[in-house]
């Protein structure tokens, strides 16, 4: 259920984004959202509590973002808590964002590697990954896993390729194990 929330209410916003020519605007808008509710989790946890009044609720938003955010954006939040799926305004918030930027060519890459990378070494996996698939830019996120021995792996969305010292070390284990001796 999680996921058809997400999707119907990120894909009413992106539409309503699209439609009025206002998506910079409103990617603004979700930005500074997810940044404040990621620095007050507290706030999400008040929003959620069973003993408070959903009257109650619906005035606590209205006094922190109203006249901060737009219209569409308060309202959904406001439908969101009124349909009781307010726990999941941040992976709405998430899938809105995913959305724009798929749009606008922008993509998302997980890159881990055994040591951390230099700036020129970021800057030429970057351009890799630009003239290998569709997107114009990237946002990369950079990791170091020891384990890995060299190589690297990279994430972008739902496919990896792992080209890691460790993954050919256990894929040749693997063959190995498969070989019958005689």
Do not use: C
């Amino acid at each position: 259920m999680a996921k058809l929330t997400e999707k119907v209410y990120g894909d009413a916003l992106f539409e309503l984004a699209v439609d009025e020519k206002r998506t910079e605007e409103l990617l603004t808008e979700v930005k500074t959202i997810q940044d404040v509710l990621s620095e007050n989790p507290d706030f999400a946890k008040l929003m959620q509590h069973p003993g408070i009044p959903e009257s109650e609720k619906e005035e606590i938003l209205k006094t922190v973002w109203e006249g901060k955010i737009s219209r569409e954006v308060e309202g959904l939040m406001l439908l969101l808590l009124k349909k009781e799926h307010y726990s999941e305004l941040p992976k709405v918030l998430d899938y809105f964002v995913e959305k724009v930027k798929e749009k606008e060519g922008i993509g998302t890459a997980y890159v881990t590697t055994p040591m951390p990378l230099t700036d020129v070494q970021k800057k030429a996996v970057e351009k890799r990954l630009i003239e290998t698939t569709k997107y114009r830019q990237f946002e990369i996120h950079f990791a170091v896993d020891e384990t890995l021995i060299g190589g690297m792996v990279v994430r972008i969305g739902d496919r990896v390729l792992d080209n890691s010292i460790k993954n050919r070390l256990d894929h040749l284990s693997r063959q190995l194990y498969q070989v019958k001796l005689q």
